[in-house]
């Protein structure tokens, strides 16, 4: 199977896992569903899934435990995307190519929104109770609930918002990424791993690594797109964080060296797959997609 | 030990839980981690996690269990404050007495503390792994995901909003605040229950009746108080749901009804857990307290 393929079937169990965990707008109360699904369902480009399922192929995770995690990945990304959004946090109007959850319903929607998908995350997590041994439950649950903490995802938002027109240094920057995206693309890695037979010690460490480097990774690529593409390509507001005065790797290093950090990165994270051989080549095949992306 | 030296005593162990559970204001984000505690520490009634206690008591539970589940439950009560006082939702300047988060600190803080605190109530659940079986943690996660998701409390938060300047039938009323406030109520009963010896399905059905009963009866006084206590005893703005044309009870049945209604609530209560005996005075007790405070 080539890498496009195995990329379409994932997406495909995806988007159908999704489907699935996300309250039907059948059920009341009908206008939340419904913004619920506008924010989750048809766009977006599931990195965190697809680095959840590669993951879990390591380990021999079974397709169901891997798409119930990755559906709980992909809610509380979609979750922080929504509230980060807002006109209290970055006031954003264009998301994935549509308006913004509260351009299109309110501002009231798109706060309930999010915090249902973050709570709907936790029930997919515990719901996938056939696929999952209550052990797996609470190490998924563990390691989505500390990634998107105070001392993760939200803490990084908050540092994020007080730099705002700040002069950052580099290992400042490099902290809040950690914390913003860092953690939970680690914890889709992670997540994907523990859905399966359980890792050692050793591959949890280089899966790690791995993810430290594709998530920095994933930062710098972010921070070259907003200066060298427009928002019809992005699907959002490019040239935004020059805009608003944010610290990014463009402004603190450079473009030219931005992209030589991007292709070390790329590197640091095959060199971390080493010890796996063949059996993570989907995962070397996802840092090279990150780095590669043109939006 | 009299029902006052009982609470006294839960109180405190509630409080050093929390303390325990919420990141330090030495970590960072400093701001975040302050605005936090701001909102959890010192201050509310704590009717959730003393709800989790007695439950607990019911079935055996170990304190520190019951108190990783009991922090887990007043941080997602506070949480849902913090986020209903925003301008975008109820717009509220007072809670416990004191400035709400967004005025003290700002709504972009508000926000973040709200989607922090829900992620920290699912690291108390997991990360008392000593004191709780995977089995466990695993249940108490989806008591509590459910619980507080889009068919839960958010659910009945975007019903709630919904229903302002609407004329509500009384089924419609119970049905949102079976889920706005409900629901977590119940989850704070099935919880404790959950923390010791796993009850049987009988057991769990009588507190599901008994914590129905106490749930309405907790929303039924509050709507009495809204409109017969100051702003001053509350510790929030008196008169608010009158003022944002927010059906009630004391608007569709009256003021007498309601005293009558949550006098038989109380009577429902106290008749479910019939077949406890004498091992849930602790619940009989606090059923009386929902019904009879007066802030």
Not at 43 to 67: F, I, Q, S
């Given at each position: 199977?080539?890498?496009?393929?195995?990329?379409?079937?994932?997406l495909?169990?995806v988007?159908?896992?999704?489907?699935?965990?996300?309250?039907p707008v059948?059920?009341a109360?009908?206008?939340?569903?419904?913004?619920?699904?506008?924010?989750v369902?048809?766009?977006?480009?599931?990195?965190?899934?697809?680095?959840?399922?590669a993951a879990?192929?390591l380990t021999?995770?079974?397709?169901?435990?891997?798409?119930?995690?990755s559906?709980?990945l992909e809610m509380?990304?979609?979750y922080?995307l929504v509230?980060?959004d807002m006109?209290?946090?970055?006031d954003d109007a264009?998301?994935?190519g549509?308006?913004?959850?509260?351009?299109?319903?309110?501002?009231a929607?798109?706060?309930?929104v999010g915090?249902?998908?973050?709570?709907?995350?936790?029930?997919?997590?515990t719901e996938?109770?056939?696929?999952?041994a209550?052990?797996q439950?609470a190490s998924?649950?563990?390691?989505?609930?500390?990634a998107?903490g105070?001392?993760?995802?939200?803490g990084g938002?908050?540092?994020?918002?007080?730099?705002?027109?700040?002069?950052l240094?580099?290992?400042?920057l490099?902290t809040?990424?950690r914390m913003?995206?860092?953690?939970?693309?680690r914890?889709?890695?992670r997540m994907?791993?523990?859905?399966g037979e359980?890792?050692?010690?050793?591959?949890?460490q280089?899966?790690d690594?791995y993810a430290a480097?594709?998530?920095l990774a994933?930062?710098?690529?972010?921070?070259?797109?907003?200066?060298?593409t427009?928002?019809?390509?992005l699907g959002?507001?490019?040239?935004?964080?020059?805009?608003d005065?944010?610290?990014?790797?463009?402004?603190?290093?450079?473009?030219?060296?931005s992209?030589?950090?991007?292709?070390q990165?790329?590197s640091?994270?095959?060199?971390?797959?080493?010890?796996f051989?063949a059996?993570a080549q989907?995962?070397?095949e996802?840092a090279?997609?990150?780095?590669n992306?043109?939006?």
């Amino acid at each position: 199977m080539t890498f496009e393929q195995w990329m379409r079937a994932v997406l495909e169990r995806v988007e159908h896992a999704l489907e699935q965990y996300l309250p039907p707008v059948s059920t009341a109360p009908a206008r939340l569903h419904e913004a619920m699904r506008y924010a989750v369902l048809g766009g977006g480009k599931r990195v965190r899934p697809l680095l959840c399922h590669a993951a879990g192929e390591l380990t021999g995770a079974r397709a169901e435990a891997v798409e119930a995690a990755s559906a709980a990945l992909e809610m509380v990304h979609v979750y922080s995307l929504v509230h980060d959004d807002m006109p209290c946090m970055d006031d954003d109007a264009l998301r994935r190519g549509k308006p913004t959850v509260h351009v299109q319903y309110d501002e009231a929607t798109a706060l309930l929104v999010g915090d249902a998908l973050q709570s709907q995350a936790f029930v997919a997590i515990t719901e996938a109770a056939g696929t999952l041994a209550p052990l797996q439950q609470a190490s998924l649950t563990r390691e989505l609930a500390f990634a998107i903490g105070s001392l993760g995802m939200a803490g990084g938002q908050a540092i994020d918002l007080a730099s705002v027109g700040q002069k950052l240094t580099r290992p400042q920057l490099e902290t809040m990424h950690r914390m913003k995206t860092g953690a939970l693309l680690r914890a889709a890695v992670r997540m994907g791993a523990l859905a399966g037979e359980t890792p050692d010690a050793a591959a949890l460490q280089a899966l790690d690594a791995y993810a430290a480097a594709v998530g920095l990774a994933f930062q710098v690529v972010d921070d070259i797109l907003d200066v060298t593409t427009d928002s019809a390509t992005l699907g959002k507001t490019a040239g935004k964080d020059a805009k608003d005065g944010k610290p990014t790797y463009v402004s603190i290093i450079g473009l030219d060296a931005s992209r030589e950090l991007a292709a070390q990165l790329r590197s640091d994270a095959h060199a971390a797959l080493a010890p796996f051989g063949a059996r993570a080549q989907r995962l070397a095949e996802l840092a090279d997609l990150v780095v590669n992306r043109v939006s």
